[in-house]
């Protein structure tokens, strides 16, 4: 502490005041929206983060943002893991941002570290916690949704493998509200009633919020607090859930849990991956308190590391630039808008624009009257082709045109038999081209 007497530089009072900041709070997490966000030239990123109440200048530079994966924009809802600073040129605090992700997902991803951390402190995930899965199985319980993929696959499997096994399957919601409550409840109905030889707890694949109810606490109390084995399959192999670590063993899947319990010429090979996944298990655990150890170690060398000072002169370079980019960018946007709309309110006055507009319209008019016109000339030819090609068909004609003839009488009466005609009569024979005319000298009835 300083004496009354002691005379401090503007200065000197604000790196005591960046140091305090830096000291005593350390990496923080924060959520809020993301407003007034700059990409300068640079490659950095500055914005504000506020919520309802209250607001703070952020930085993030580009060796930290280019692992991002996305870039953020105004209006967005994020999760950052920052350290608290002062630029001190302006004796204002930021923050300057290490990770920022998504705020849905990322605190979800928060929630599930941190009930991960404090289950794991109270020994929920302990090896010697864990029952064996019994090696001689008649029962087998099922907590699952009843119209669910996974209990097709189950029972599918149970079926095939060996059809012995009796299924019993206790129904519940795996996802939405309520979900986490009614599984826990389906486990201990299962204890009460004790009518089979292990549980499978689990759900097929879906994303984090569709699996979060496998992460609430309440259903990883009820897991470790039964009495019946239970085995965790929920969602795919790349999936990991506060059940999967509670439970006495994880299987990758639910057609996996199925594989795993049921008897077959492979009881080896089953007994090899229970180990192997209680294997898993202990590696998880001691990379979880290695991972611990880092983070420790780190945020150590982040208060102490000449970076910081480093962080300090691009804070006050790149503050200076961002706010001359912003002027620049501002003016030539309000010019560029004024522009745009005096273009757009000369063209729909001027007398060529609703001249095209009728020419157009007209355009479009005119084609379709000649199409009009031409179809109807087609329907009319292809009519009278048709009613030309039937007139000469009942022609006269055109039997003439095939070798035949007409032969009429005296009266021009078509002679059609022997017994129209006599010897001795005229009769007028009418061809192609030309007539006979001819007097009957004999006839014959065929």
Not at 285 to 308: A, E, G, S
Request: glycine share 4%; net charge positive.
């Amino acid at each position: 502490m300083l004496g009354n007497s002691a005379i401090l530089s503007v200065k000197d009072l604000n790196q005591m005041v960046k140091d305090l900041l830096t000291d005593s709070i350390g990496q923080i997490w924060l959520i809020g929206e993301i407003s007034n966000f700059s990409k300068p030239t640079s490659g950095h990123w500055y914005f504000t983060l506020k919520d309802e109440a209250a607001q703070v200048r952020c930085a993030m530079f580009r060796n930290s943002n280019f692992r991002t994966g996305f870039t953020p924009h105004n209006g967005q809802q994020v999760l950052v893991s920052a350290s608290v600073t002062l630029y001190e040129a302006r004796g204002e605090y930021q923050l300057v941002i290490d990770k920022l992700q998504l705020a849905g997902a990322g605190l979800l991803q928060q929630r599930f570290e941190q009930l991960k951390q404090k289950l794991q402190q109270e020994g929920l995930f302990e090896i010697s916690h864990k029952q064996p899965i019994p090696k001689n199985i008649q029962t087998v319980g099922i907590v699952t949704s009843s119209t669910g993929a996974a209990l097709h696959d189950i029972c599918q499997i149970l079926n095939r493998r060996d059809p012995s096994l009796a299924i019993i399957i206790y129904p519940s919601l795996v996802q939405g509200d309520g979900a986490a409550a009614q599984i826990a409840r389906m486990i201990e109905i299962a204890n009460q009633r004790h009518e089979c030889d292990v549980l499978i707890v689990g759900r097929g694949g879906g994303s984090l919020e569709d699996l979060w109810p496998f992460n609430e606490e309440v259903v990883a109390r009820a897991i470790f607090n039964s009495q019946l084995p239970i085995i965790s399959a929920v969602g795919h192999e790349i999936d990991f859930t506060i059940a999967d670590f509670v439970a006495d063993l994880r299987a990758a899947t639910p057609s996996a849990a199925a594989e795993l319990i049921s008897r077959d010429k492979h009881d080896q090979m089953k007994d090899l991956k229970v180990l192997e996944q209680h294997l898993a298990m202990a590696i998880d655990h001691v990379l979880l308190i290695k991972n611990q150890h880092l983070q420790t170690i780190r945020h150590r060398l982040q208060t102490q590391h000449p970076q910081v000072k480093l962080v300090k002169q691009q804070t006050l370079l790149l503050a200076q630039r961002q706010a001359l980019h912003l002027a620049i960018k501002q003016t030539l946007l309000s010019h560029s808008n004024k522009l745009n709309h005096l273009t757009q309110n000369i063209q729909r006055l001027t007398p060529k624009y609703h001249i095209e507009r009728y020419q157009q319209t007209i355009s479009q008019k005119k084609q379709q009257l000649l199409t009009n016109i031409n179809l109807q000339l087609q329907n009319a030819k292809h009519q009278f082709v048709i009613q030309t090609s039937q007139l000469n068909m009942v022609s006269p004609l055109a039997t003439l045109e095939r070798g035949y003839s007409i032969t009429t009488d005296y009266q021009q009466h078509v002679i059609t038999s022997t017994n129209n005609i006599k010897v001795g009569e005229t009769i007028t024979t009418k061809l192609l081209s030309g007539k006979i005319i001819s007097t009957v000298t004999n006839i014959k009835d065929s």
